[in-house]
Nanobody, 114 residues
């Protein structure tokens, strides 16, 4: 079993920055991709960024140039550096690990005020 625990969310003004963390614990399993998702009130959960086991990254168009995903290799924490935050970035952010199975964290709230 794999456990994912996110932290680092909070309230920030527009234009500010936050760094989210996702700590992975539990049994050693093969993880091919780690990712950050978010879900705003009344909206579907959406993909924010992914990082593969070899370090390849991808981003949603809405966050390109503002967010950076890093880490996530075995034993290392996954991060999401978020800069130039906008009110529309307000959401619960979730960490996901996928390989043969998928695992989700419990989420951390990010609120960006205008």
């Amino acid at each position: 079993q794999v456990q994912l625990v996110e932290s680092g969310g909070g309230l920030v003004q527009a234009g500010g920055s936050l760094t989210l963390s996702c700590k992975r614990t539990g049994v050693a399993v093969r993880i091919n991709t780690m990712a950050w998702y978010r879900q705003a009130p009344g909206k579907q959960r959406e993909l924010v960024a992914t990082i593969s086991s070899v370090g390849s990254t991808n981003y949603a168009d809405s966050v390109k140039g503002r967010f950076t995903i890093s880490g996530g290799s075995p034993g290392n924490t996954l991060y999401l550096q978020m800069n130039s935050l906008k009110p529309e970035d307000t959401a619960v952010y979730y960490c996901r690990a996928s390989g043969g199975f998928e695992y989700w964290g419990q989420g951390t709230q990010v609120t960006v005020s205008s």
